[in-house]
């Protein structure tokens, strides 16, 4: 569907076509599959260093809570937190010396085998307002260096909650 917006910007009169089917914003009340797969084309979630894009962003959503992004040294990137707890074991991750990529927000995939394990659980697997499932992600997706071997590359994943107790 293509809409013809009108825009007059300090002084100057332009017409602009957008088509929405294209474009790569996320809108409020709009398909789960289409946030999915507007995501994936962005390639969100994709990639290692400079190259990875979190799968969700600070700006994806609004918030109360505090977000936060921060350029990382490791990768040469902006990261993009959810709350303070991911911001600061992300330092923590910045100054280790066997951790060497740092991918933040990254999506569990596919969400079938999400569902799936959900099921097995016997939980609710996370859904929108319209209660279609959403792609789960968790914190970290870390790259580290291996024990033994420099050249042996793990991935570890890591997921903040805040503690009940004071």
Excluded: C
Excluded at 25 to 54: A, F, N, S, T
């Amino acid at each position: 569907m293509n809409i013809q917006l009108n825009v007059q910007m300090k002084g100057y009169f332009d017409k602009k076509t957008i088509d929405w089917e294209d474009s790569l914003m996320i809108r409020k009340g709009q398909p789960q599959w289409k946030v999915e797969q507007r995501r994936l084309k962005e390639g969100r979630g994709q990639g290692h260093g400079v190259d990875y894009q979190p799968y969700i962003k600070t700006y994806d959503f609004s918030s109360k809570g505090v977000r936060t992004r921060s350029l990382g040294w490791k990768t040469g990137r902006h990261h993009h937190f959810m709350s303070r707890d991911e911001y600061h074991y992300f330092l923590t991750l910045e100054f280790s010396d066997r951790v060497v990529d740092i991918r933040e927000q990254y999506p569990l995939l596919p969400k079938e085998r999400t569902i799936e394990i959900a099921k097995e659980l016997n939980v609710s697997h996370p859904s929108d307002d319209n209660g279609d499932p959403v792609v789960m992600t968790t914190d970290f997706n870390i790259t580290v260096l291996g024990e033994h071997s420099p050249e042996d590359l793990q991935d570890v994943i890591r997921t903040l909650k805040p503690s009940l107790s004071s």
